[in-house]
């Protein structure tokens, strides 16, 4: 007759993983998120921006002149 097996562990399941373990993912990412846009909302890093004044509406053209003056570099003048 054959031998009955011999028993050498039991196996159970593992223990369901902590709520910690199955979220910490999202917790990461909603924190990195919210770090990423609290830097970005509140780091200064450029002046702020002046509210723009109403400027003068051009009605007429500027008055012709009978020589339009050009730019040299100094020395090169004649």
Do not use: C, D
């Not at 830097?39 to 509406?57: D, K, Y």
């Amino acid at each position: 007759m054959a031998k009955a097996p011999t028993v050498i562990g039991v196996l159970t399941e593992p223990p369901a993983p902590t709520w910690w373990k199955v979220n910490r993912h999202k917790v990461f990412g909603i924190s990195g998120l919210l770090i990423g846009y609290l830097i970005g909302t509140h780091l200064h890093g450029a002046p702020q921006q002046q509210p723009q004044t109403p400027q003068p509406g051009h009605t007429t053209p500027a008055p012709a002149t009978a020589e339009h003056p050009t730019r040299t570099a100094h020395g090169l003048a004649a």
